[in-house]
Nanobody
Framework: QVQLVESGGGLVQAGGSLRLSCAAS????????MGWFRQAPGKEREIVAA????????FYEDFAEGRFTVSRDNAENTVYLQMNSLKPDDTAVYYC???????????????????WGQGTQVTVSS
């Protein structure tokens, strides 16, 4: 069982930056692929970025490419999402998710993730 706790959300002006953190419990964090998702009001939850257990492979949705960076620190059981050049359209609740995997792969399908955090609100004002 993995428990995930996100933090770092808040209110920021357009063009600003935020760094989200996701702290995971459990001794086998390094064997989990991790993902960041977001859900805006009235919209489906969508993937933002994902990272393999070693951090050597990453994925970014088109809107995140070039602005967001996903990383992880397995020694600290934490995954991060650095978000730069934020836009009002980035306003959403951001969730991290974990999936146990047999190899160092990226998982981008929402339905495959086994564990989810409670989410952290990101609001970008214009």
């Amino acid at each position: 069982q993995v428990q995930l706790v996100e933090s770092g959300g808040g209110l920021v002006q357009a063009g600003g930056s935020l760094r989200l953190s996701c702290a995971a419990s459990g001794p086998t964090f390094s064997r989990y692929a991790m993902g960041w998702f977001r859900q805006a009001p009235g919209k489906e939850r969508e993937i933002v970025a994902a990272i393999s257990w070693s951090g050597s492979s990453t994925f970014y949705e088109d809107f995140a490419e070039g602005r967001f960076t996903v990383s992880r620190d397995n020694a600290e059981n934490t995954v991060y999402l650095q978000m730069n050049s934020l836009k009002p359209d980035d306003t959403a609740v951001y969730y991290c998710a974990a999936k146990s995997v047999p190899s160092d792969i990226v998982v981008i399908v929402r339905g495959l993730y086994q564990y989810w955090g409670q989410g952290t609100q990101v609001t970008v004002s214009s």
